[in-house]
């Protein structure tokens, strides 16, 4: 364990988000915004809302770092057409430090891989958490966003990352499987930890008015039956012919259809987001992976 702590890079006062600054240039140490984007069921859109909302607050001026923590079925990368040489499960058994792994996403964005088809790690011990704070500890100063893509469904390792966070985003679809999974992600959040604030965020839907149902829908329940919940609604994407081509294309919606009805959805979701102060309670990102201890 002391040898992999002790891979840690130290700052040199480069800007991470430089263009003309490696990519394994270490980091800073001020506040930073974590949000983690988690759905009941897979199959919802999640991981291409990550990106492109990357991507959107990007383009917003945020420097944007994205965790892929669907740690055994990565998924980031494959939607970017990325191939990264290595990935958290280095970062984690120590051969690899923290900015050596990250990899260039779209724009400005940089992405932390997971990795695929590795089933321990969707279980993390005690000590991987540990290494993760230290690792990590140093990132406050050259991102302004953490964006966490968690894996579905309600796994220790979506729990613990969901606990860390100041915000969470669920993102749901019309369909009755996505609510109903959905609803329970957020109840067992609400009943085992007693978190209780939501954003609902309606993927892959008609049109606003759908969306809006999605969000009642999920939110009546919970009103009846969480008492205290605050579910708060970010917004809608609408089910557009852009988002699969550009999966297809291995591209971020924004890239590849900036014109698209999804797109300027997601950057109005991006805006909505950008312009809500983050809640201050957990204010920065030693708090962020030291919590994760207690998890």
């Known amino acids: 364990m002391d040898q992999a702590l002790g891979l840690k ?44 909302l990357a991507l959107a607050l990007d383009r917003l001026g945020q420097r944007v770092l994205i965790l892929d923590a669907d740690l055994g079925l990565a998924n980031v990368d494959v939607l970017l057409g990325l191939a990264p040489k290595f990935n958290i499960s280095h970062v984690l058994e120590g051969s690899k430090r923290f900015e050596e792994v990250l990899v260039a996403g779209p724009g400005s964005v940089r992405i932390m891989p997971a990795s695929s088809g590795v089933q321990e790690l969707t279980r993390l011990s005690d000590e991987q958490k540990l290494l993760l704070v230290d690792l ?8 302004d966003v953490l964006l966490i893509d968690t894996g579905a469904g309600i796994s220790d390792t979506v729990l613990y990352f969901n606990l860390a966070a100041q915000e969470k985003i669920v993102v749901v679809t019309s369909e009755p499987t996505s609510l109903t999974d959905a609803y329970a992600f957020i109840k067992v959040m609400y009943t085992r930890h007693g978190e209780r604030t939501f954003k609902i965020l309606a993927n892959n839907v008609g049109d ?40 297809r294309r291995q591209q971020a919606l924004l890239q590849a259809f900036p014109g698209a009805p999804a797109a300027k959805a997601i950057m109005d979701i991006a805006k909505r987001i950008h312009r809500q102060p983050p809640p201050g309670l957990k204010g920065n990102i030693q708090f962020f992976w030291r919590r994760l201890l207690h998890v």
């Open 9 to 52: 890079g130290k700052g040199t006062g480069q800007d991470l988000w430089d263009d003309n600054r490696p990519l394994n240039a270490p980091f800073g140490d001020k506040a930073i915004r974590t949000i983690a984007v988690s759905s009941g069921k897979g199959g919802v859109g999640k991981s291409n809302v990550v990106v492109n």
């Open 136 to 143: 990590l500890d140093d990132l406050e100063g050259d991102v």
């Open 208 to 247: 606003e008015r759908e969306g809006r149902r999605v969000f009642s829908k999920i939110s009546r329940v919970a009103d009846h039956f969480l008492d205290g919940l605050s579910l708060d609604y970010v917004g809608w994407i609408p089910r557009d012919p852009s988002v699969p081509e550009s999966v």
